[in-house]
């Protein structure tokens, strides 16, 4: 039976790009000869690659990869909309196997790639946080949809920039984001008013903090109320990111520099 790599020239022949992801050396040699841009995505450059995107995390989601590799390419100029890119990565431990192409269009650029390359907390904090609001938008609050607005990152600006509502839990704590039994405390945390604000290194620093930057000159879409509202504001006077899950609609948005930069349905994540 012939192997992926036995129809891997006739599949990029006419690519304008290939994006390898994570290839060996052997892996890479083969592309690099050829007349096609070749583009490694990956943790690290061990193979010595020439064009590079960093791969902050792993994104055990093939679609996220993907689409993350695509918009680092994007942003580096090296693809652009309406160029047929080739994507060979891993689904199965192993090695590549899966040859994905696609047409490159401006849905393809989400905002993934900005978030996690140019935000100011580590990129694994805004994983974890991402994954608590995505798994209260999937599960709501025993079964009755949520909001919650968790502030990540610059967190003594964001602090100075906010009042407490109510006591906070995690005044006296060490604890971080991520911790699944800390996430159960998140979660049901979120019935309350008010954002959670985490540092850059994901230690939880408060819980109930009602926002008040100045919210002249912020765009958000319209139909998006006070809670994304305060959380693009934030953004605007601090290095922070904002994520925030919507009662109303179900989605997950994430706001950089007071505006829109990622949004997701939870329930097709």
Do not use: W
């Not at 994006?19 to 040699?29: A, E, G, Q, V, Y």
């Not at 100075?160 to 005044?171: A, T, V």
């Not at 008013?193 to 819980?207: E, L, N, P, R, W």
């Amino acid at each position: 039976m012939a192997s992926l790599t036995d129809h891997l020239s006739d599949l990029v022949a006419d690519a304008d790009a290939v994006l390898l992801f994570s290839p060996t050396s052997s892996f890479h040699d083969r592309f690099e000869d050829g007349d096609t841009e070749v583009v490694v995505v990956a943790p690290d450059n061990d193979v010595d690659a020439e064009v590079f995107v960093e791969l902050p995390l792993p994104f055990d989601n093939v679609k996220d990869r993907i689409r993350f590799g695509i918009e680092g390419a994007m942003d580096a100029d090296l693809v652009s909309a309406g160029d047929e890119v080739v994507c060979i990565a891993s689904v199965f431990d192993g090695g590549s196997d899966a040859v994905i192409r696609v047409t490159v269009d401006d849905t393809v650029h989400t905002g993934i790639y900005d978030l996690f390359v140019n935000s100011r907390a580590e990129p694994s904090v805004i994983r974890d946080v991402f994954e608590v609001a995505i798994e209260l938008g999937q599960k709501g609050q025993k079964g009755k949809p949520v909001g919650a607005l968790f502030v990540v990152g610059d967190a003594g600006k964001v602090m100075n920039k906010s009042r407490p509502l109510s006591y906070n839990p995690f005044e006296k704590s060490h604890v971080h984001v991520g911790d699944p039994i800390v996430n159960v405390m998140l979660k049901e945390f979120s019935r309350l008013d008010g954002a959670f604000v985490v540092s850059d290194s994901g230690k939880i620093v408060s819980a109930y903090r009602y926002l008040e930057p100045g919210a002249e000159g912020v765009d958000i879409p319209k139909g998006l109320g006070a809670r994304h509202m305060s959380g693009a504001a934030i953004t605007r006077d601090t290095n922070s990111t904002s994520i925030v899950l919507s009662e109303s609609d179900g989605l997950v948005r994430a706001f950089k520099a007071g505006e829109l930069v990622l949004e997701i349905d939870p329930e097709e994540y």
